[in-house]
């Protein structure tokens, strides 16, 4: 125990002493670092942010911003943190904070270390260059809604809320930010590796926290102990714990295992075989998202509506189909995408291997928060095939336009061809105790004119999918109502004309 330990700020602090289900901001504010906040302890609020160094794909390290309140502290062993108050001094504040205090973007100042810090993650972003501006925004500084006239990418701070400041003194802050000067030491600190993972053990009070040091190992470890809690962002794991009071006698954290964190693109065109692009189970969603750079076009509109920037640090696409919720944003756009999934798991006792088996996640959904996954297994990778479809589309309806539960997710993924529906698919969340294929609408689809009528009549058929159920987020009326109104949206956007499908 003596060599779990955590560098903070440039210091090493060990672990020795915390509970198993401790989480980095009750393990922070314990050690004295109270600048950190718990304003929700569900990772919506933001003011509990940190910065985690993280790997970037050249061998150097990012300034990650993720919730303290969810991240497991023994899952940081061997890493390295800053939090508010190792990014200045009184005497020296760091860049972001002369900003905010300069613009009056604090009053009670609860709010303050978490916007401090996700600023500062987008401070140091490497590739965070300003804009390209036309002759028209030639001196206007509202020529992007979301983004400043430095770059500053205003979705960095979609999961900081502030009550009483108001947002448009800190977006001025934001917007204000130069470039790091090459003598700060946190930006000298990009330059070298982020640390390794290291293989953790820890056993407190009978509860035991494991970091396998392979695929294999907790592998092993899940058919030997089928009670095991799988982890990895812990954004979902996280809230259980700090909200319902959950605690698991055996934690196996998986998020850094590099057989889970792979993405690659396969297209055999020699030998006529379709391609896929597959997804490790364990990488970040803000790392599938920069890496395949818009490549998947359903994808790139899911990802800024999944939540907010500090989870999506965080998250997973093996978590979010993991848990089996119908309320989940990626398997319906994975359904649309017609998603497989590898299951991976140990052989017998005295043998050795991963053995895998591929389903399809049209049928990996049986019943609320059920799954055809066993206990001794663990999702691998997520497969999409390629080519994609030409046409897609993804609608969230919620009550925010970002950082909130779906009452309704709707994914298109359509083939036109000469102005007839060759293929469809659709995935639809929130109207069913699984997530689930339009099959019906589909159906109706498939082999018919893409114009009005055809719409008109499939929506009709949309609106009856599911078995949509009223609850706080939305009544079953209305979920049927925005249902039957997604294809018609989706049409709007695809048709010059009544008579015209752009190529």
């Excluded at 895998?356 to 049928?363: K, Q, T």
Aim: charged share 20%.
């Amino acid at each position: 125990m003596n060599d779990i330990a955590v560098n903070v700020n440039g210091r090493r602090r060990p672990l020795a002493g915390a509970a198993a289900h401790a989480t980095a901001l009750d393990w922070l504010r314990d050690s004295g670092l109270s600048g950190s906040k718990e304003g929700c302890a569900e990772g919506e609020c933001g003011a509990c942010a940190m910065l985690l160094a993280t790997p970037t794909p050249d061998g150097g390290t990012a300034w990650t911003p993720v919730n303290a309140c969810l991240v497991p502290v023994y899952a940081l062993n061997g890493q390295e943190i800053v939090t508010a108050e190792g990014l200045g001094t009184t005497e020296a504040l760091h860049p972001v904070q002369e900003k905010l205090a300069e613009a009056g973007g604090s009053q009670c100042g609860y709010c303050t270390p978490g916007f401090a810090c996700s600023m500062a993650g987008e401070f140091y972003r490497s590739d965070r260059t300003p804009p390209a501006l036309d002759e028209h925004d030639e001196g206007c500084s509202e020529h992007d809604a979301e983004h400043g006239p430095n770059g500053f990418d205003l979705h960095a701070l979609s999961g900081n809320l502030c009550r009483c400041t108001g947002y448009r003194p800190i977006r001025d802050a934001a917007y204000t930010l130069g470039s790091p000067e090459q003598d700060d030491p946190l930006q000298q600190r990009l330059a070298e590796p982020a640390p390794r993972a290291v293989p953790t053990d820890a056993e407190i009070d009978g509860a035991r926290f494991v970091r396998p040091a392979s695929l294999d190992d907790a592998l092993r470890m899940l058919r030997d102990e089928p009670d095991a809690l799988l982890v990895a962002g812990s954004t979902d794991w996280g809230v259980e714990v700090n909200i319902r009071g959950r605690r698991a006698p055996l934690v196996i954290a998986i998020e850094q295992l590099d057989e889970l964190r792979t993405l690659t693109v396969t297209d055999d065109v020699a030998s006529g075989a379709e391609g896929h692009i597959e997804i490790g189970a364990a990488l970040a969603l803000s790392e599938i998202e920069q890496r395949l750079n818009g490549t998947v076009p359903l994808l790139a509109q899911l990802f800024p509506q999944f939540a907010s920037r500090l989870i999506r640090n965080r998250g997973t696409l093996g978590g979010n189909l993991g848990t089996g919720s119908p309320i989940g944003d990626t398997p319906p756009a994975l359904l649309a995408l017609g998603a497989r999934l590898v299951l991976a798991s140990a052989p017998g006792a005295g043998a050795s291997g991963i053995v895998e088996r591929e389903v399809d996640l049209a049928e990996y959904f049986t019943g609320y928060r059920q799954t055809v996954r066993r206990p001794d297994e663990l999702i691998r990778a997520i497969r999409i095939p390629r080519p994609l479809a030409r046409v897609t589309s993804f609608q969230k309806i919620a009550k925010r336009r970002f950082d909130d539960i779906s009452s309704v997710a709707i994914a298109f993924a359509l083939d036109i061809q000469d102005g007839v529906v060759t293929a469809a698919r659709i995935g639809l969340g929130g109207v069913a105790a699984t997530p689930l294929r339009a099959r019906a609408t589909e159906d109706a689809l498939i082999g018919r004119p893409w114009n009005i009528a055809t719409v008109r009549a499939a929506s009709e058929v949309l609106g009856g999918e599911g078995t949509p159920m009223s609850d706080h987020r939305a009544s079953a009326g209305y979920r049927s109502l925005m249902l039957n109104t997604a294809l018609l949206k989706l049409y709007s956007t695809t048709v010059i004309d009544s008579k015209e499908v752009p190529a």
